[in-house]
C-alpha cells in the first residue's frame, strides 16, 4: 500500500484505456459462449448415443419446457442484479396458474382476459415484495420467503385440493400454450420478446444500466443519486408480472393444474439464473446468460430421460453445476481483477519514472471499463462479505 | 449502540413475552395444551430445528447462512436407512453418517473461505446437491423397522421429566453455545466478523478457520438432525426434513438475530423456537388447515424481520427529528 503514501494527483485526462473494457467484455461474453458451448457438446454427444434425441418433437418439448422458466430467469435477473433475490416466484406461478385457471374454466373468455388477470395477480404479489424490501429495508431473502410462504398458503386456500383440467378450459387458453406461428410454438416466441426488450433495456437506457449501479455498490449508487428504492421496486414488480405471465402460460401449456403446481421452482429458476453468470451478490449478468442457463437446465432434464439414466442424478448434477459456474465466476473475476492490477501498477511504474506519481490505482482501471469492471474489482480485494 | 437496550423494550424480553402469552393464551383455548403429555409431544416435535437453529445462529451473527442443512439432514436419513439395510448395526452407521454431515459441512466451508464465495450462492448449489444424492442413495422409497431401543431414544422422555432425550441433548449443547457465544473470545470473534468482517481479519481474528469450523459444526449437527429425525419417526426417506432450513432461519430471525450479522442473543433465538413450536402445536389441537399454519409462518417470518426495522426507523426519524433517511444499516457495536 506504498500508493497511500503519495500526494493524490488527478488522474491523467485521456482516452479510457480500451485493453481493460475488451478484457472484461471478453470475460462477460465467454460467459454466455461456453454456456452456449456446453448445449452443443450436450446436444451432440446425446445425439450420438441416441439418435432419436434431435427429433423435431423432442426440441420442441425443450424449448417448450424451457419457455417457463426462461422467462421466470429473465424476471430474476432484474432482481438478482440488484444484489436482491425473489424466493415467493414458484409459489406466483402456481398460484396464477390456479385462478386464472379457476376464471377460465366451464366458460369462453377471451384469452386476453385470462393474461391480463394473471399480470394483474403477478404484479400484485411483485409489488408487496417490492415495497417490503426497498421501503421497509428488510433482507430480500427472508422477505421473499415469508411471501413464499404466505402465497403458497393462499393458493393451497383457493384450491382447497381441486384441480383444473384441460377438458374445462376454453380452446383459446389451450390454443396459447399449444399452437405455433409459422411453425414456431407461442411459448418460445413470448419468452424471446419479453427476453430481447428487458435486454436491450438493461443495456441501453441509463435507468436500466443503474440495476447493475445498484448491485454493483449501493452505496454509490446511492450518493451518485440513482433512485434505489423505485430501481428495486420496478425490479420486483417486473419479476412478478413476468411470474404472472408465467403462470398463464403454465395453465396454457398443461391444462391440468393442482394446488402445488411449480412448487420448488424458485430454486430452480435461481439455479438457472446463477448458471446463467448472473452474480448472486449482484451487480453482473445478462438476462440472455439467464435464459441461457434455463435452457440448459432443461436440456440436462431431458438428456438424463433420453439416456435412461436415474433421473434422481438431475438435482444432484444441478447442484454440481451451480457450484462449478459461481466457482469459475469467482476465479475469472479474481483472474481479470490482476490482470487490471498488473495493468495499472505497470502504468504507474511508467508514469513514475516520467516524474508525475500517481495515487489513482484502481481508479484508472475502474474508470475505463463497464460497470462489470468495477463490480469485479470491488467483488475481489478479499471482501466476499454476503450482503443478502 | 448503547442505547439501544434503553428506552426500548429489548426484543428478547418481547419474543419471551410473546411466548408466555401463547402459552398462557393456549391453556385456555384448548384444555389440551397445557398437559405434560402434550407440551412433552411439541418439545419433540421441535427437535431437529432446535439443534440446527444452535449452528445457525453462530453462522448468522457472523453473517454467513447454511441452506444446506436440511438437505444435509435428508441425505444422512436416507444413509441411516441404506445402511441399516444393508445390515449395519446402529452403532457403526452413527459415526459413519455423522463424518458424512462433516464432509458435507467441509465442502460448504471450503467453498465459502477458499473461493471466497457468498455463502448464500454456494448453499443454494449444496442444498441442490445433497438433496440429489439423498434421491440417489434411497430413491422414492422409505426404510423403516427401526429396533425399538433406539427408536425410544429419540421418542421417550428423560424419566421423572416431561423432557424427551433429543431435547434434553439441545438443552446441553445450547448451555455450551451460549456459553460460546457470550462469554468466550470466540464469541466475540463472531461478533466482529458480523459487524465488520474486513476491520476483524485485520483485528487479527482468524476469519477463514473461524467461518470454516463453523460450517463444518453446522453440517456434523445437521447430520445428527438427520438420525434423529430417522428415529424419531421411524423412517428414513430422502425427502425427510424438506423445506425445514426454513423453519430453522425464521426461528433465528425471530429470535433477533440480525441478518446483516453481528446483533442478536442466543436466548432470543430459544424463545423463538419454543415459540414456534408451541403456534405448530395450537393450530394443529385446534385443527387449523395445513395452509393456514403456511400463511402463520410466513407472516411470522416477515414481522420478525420488519419489527426491528421499523422500530429503527421510528428511532431514527425521532433521532433527527426529521423522516427517515434511506441510510446504509449501521454495523452494531458488539458490546
Same mark, same amino acid.
Given at each position: ?57 423432442? %426440441? ?88 413464499? $410462504? ?22 383459446? %387458453? ?26 436491450? $433495456?438493461?443495456?441501453? $437506457? ?5 440495476? $447493475? ?27 412478478? %408480472? ?63 430421460? %433420453? ?82 | ?128 446437491? *445433497? ?33 424427551? *432425550? ?34 476483524? *481479519? ?30 424419531? *419417526? ?102
Amino acid at each position: 500500500m506504498t500508493v497511500l503514501a503519495e500526494t493524490p494527483t488527478k488522474p491523467p485526462s485521456g482516452p479510457p484505456s480500451t485493453g481493460n473494457g475488451r478484457l472484461v467484455d471478453l470475460v462477460l461474453r465467454a460467459r454466455e459462449l461456453s454456456i452456449a458451448g456446453a448445449l452443443v457438446v450436450l446436444v451432440v454427444a446425446t445425439t450420438i448415443a441416441n439418435p432419436r434425441f434431435l427429433s423435431a418433437q423432442g %426440441v420442441e418439448d425443450i424449448f417448450l419446457n424451457a419457455s417457463i422458466l426462461a422467462l421466470l430467469a429473465v424476471g430474476q435477473t432484474m432482481v438478482v442484479v440488484t444484489r436482491n433475490i425473489d424466493l415467493s416466484v414458484g409459489s406466483v406461478v402456481g398460484l396464477v396458474a390456479f385462478v386464472t385457471g379457476k376464471f377460465a374454466a366451464g366458460t369462453d373468455r377471451n384469452v386476453l382476459l385470462v393474461i391480463l388477470l394473471g399480470l394483474l395477480i403477478g404484479a400484485l404479489c411483485g409489488l408487496v415484495n417490492g415495497l417490503l424490501v426497498s421501503f421497509c429495508r428488510v433482507p430480500a431473502l427472508v422477505v421473499t420467503l415469508g411471501t413464499l $410462504y404466505v402465497i403458497q398458503g393462499i393458493d393451497h386456500y383457493v384450491a382447497h385440493g381441486e384441480q383444473i383440467s384441460a377438458s374445462d378450459l376454453p380452446s383459446s %387458453v389451450l390454443a396459447l400454450g399449444n399452437d405455433a406461428l409459422l411453425g414456431i410454438p407461442y411459448l418460445p416466441i413470448i419468452t424471446v420478446v419479453v427476453m430481447l426488450g428487458i435486454g436491450f $433495456y438493461l443495456r441501453s $437506457y441509463s435507468s436500466g444500466r443503474e440495476f $447493475y449501479a445498484i448491485g454493483s455498490n449501493p452505496e454509490a449508487a446511492r450518493l451518485a443519486g440513482v433512485p434505489i428504492r423505485r430501481r428495486v421496486l420496478s425490479a420486483y414488480l417486473v419479476s412478478g %408480472v413476468l411470474a404472472g405471465l408465467a403462470g398463464v402460460l403454465w395453465l396454457a401449456r398443461f391444462g391440468t393444474v393442482v394446488a402445488d403446481a411449480a412448487n420448488g421452482w424458485e430454486l430452480k429458476v435461481v439455479s438457472a439464473v446463477v448458471v446463467g453468470g448472473v452474480a448472486i451478490v449482484g451487480g453482473v449478468g445478462t438476462v440472455y446468460g439467464a435464459a441461457l442457463g434455463a435452457l440448459l437446465l432443461t436440456t440436462i432434464g431431458s438428456v438424463l430421460v %433420453v439416456l435412461k439414466v436415474n433421473p434422481f442424478w438431475q438435482d444432484a448434477i444441478t447442484g454440481v453445476l451451480l457450484l462449478l459456474a459461481i466457482s469459475v465466476d469467482r476465479l475469472l473475476a479474481l483472474r481479470v481483477t490482476r490482470t487490471l492490477k498488473a495493468k495499472s501498477r505497470s502504468r504507474r511504474g511508467r508514469r513514475r519514472a516520467n516524474g508525475n506519481g500517481n495515487g489513482n490505482g484502481a481508479g484508472d482501471a475502474a474508470g475505463g471499463g463497464p460497470a462489470a469492471t468495477a463490480a469485479a474489482t470491488a467483488k475481489e480485494e478479499g471482501n466476499a462479505r454476503d450482503e443478502v | 449502540m448503547k442505547f439501544d437496550a434503553r428506552g426500548l423494550i429489548r426484543w428478547e424480553t418481547a419474543v419471551t413475552a410473546l411466548l408466555v402469552l401463547v402459552f398462557v393464551g393456549g391453556a385456555g383455548v384448548s384444555p389440551d395444551f397445557a398437559n405434560g403429555d402434550n407440551l412433552s409431544f411439541a418439545l419433540g416435535d421441535l427437535s431437529e430445528i432446535a439443534l440446527i437453529a444452535l449452528p445457525m445462529t453462530l453462522l448468522v451473527v457472523c453473517g454467513q447462512v447454511d441452506l444446506s442443512v436440511a438437505s444435509v439432514l435428508g441425505l444422512c436419513s436416507a444413509l441411516t436407512g441404506w445402511l441399516w439395510n444393508a445390515g449395519w448395526a446402529i452403532e457403526t452407521i452413527i459415526p459413519l453418517v455423522l463424518v458424512v454431515g462433516v464432509v458435507c459441512g467441509l465442502i460448504n466451508g471450503l467453498l465459502v473461505t477458499r473461493l471466497g464465495l457468498p455463502s448464500l450462492a454456494v448453499t443454494i448449489g449444496t442444498m441442490t446437491l *445433497y438433496r440429489g444424492l439423498a434421491y440417489v442413495v434411497l430413491g422414492t422409497e422409505a426404510i423403516a423397522q427401526f429396533p425399538q431401543r433406539y427408536t425410544d431414544l429419540a421418542t421417550t422422555s428423560v424419566p421423572g421429566t416431561p423432557i424427551p *432425550y433429543p431435547i434434553a441433548l439441545f438443552a446441553l449443547l445450547a448451555i455450551v453455545t451460549a456459553v460460546v457465544l457470550h462469554a468466550t473470545g470466540l464469541g466475540r470473534s463472531l461478533f466482529a466478523i458480523g459487524s465488520q468482517e474486513d476491520a476483524a *481479519y485485520f483485528a487479527g481474528i482468524r476469519v477463514k478457520r473461524i467461518k470454516l469450523v463453523l460450517f463444518v459444526v453446522s453440517g456434523v449437527v445437521a447430520g445428527f438432525a438427520g438420525i434423529v429425525f430417522t428415529l424419531r *419417526y421411524g423412517s428414513a426417506r430422502a425427502d425427510n426434513g424438506l423445506g425445514l432450513e426454513l423453519t430453522v432461519i425464521a426461528a433465528v430471525l425471530l429470535g433477533g438475530i440480525d441478518f446483516d450479522g453481528g446483533k442478536g442473543t442466543l436466548g432470543g433465538v430459544i424463545a423463538a423456537v419454543l415459540l414456534i413450536g408451541l403456534l405448530r402445536n395450537l393450530l394443529m389441537l385446534n385443527d387449523v388447515s395445513t395452509e393456514i399454519q403456511s400463511i402463520v409462518t410466513g407472516l411470522l417470518l416477515i414481522v420478525s424481520v420488519l419489527t426491528p426495522r421499523l422500530i429503527a426507523v421510528v428511532r431514527e426519524s425521532r433521532a433527527k427529528g426529521g423522516g427517515a433517511r434511506p441510510a446504509s444499516p449501521a454495523p452494531a457495536a458488539s458490546s
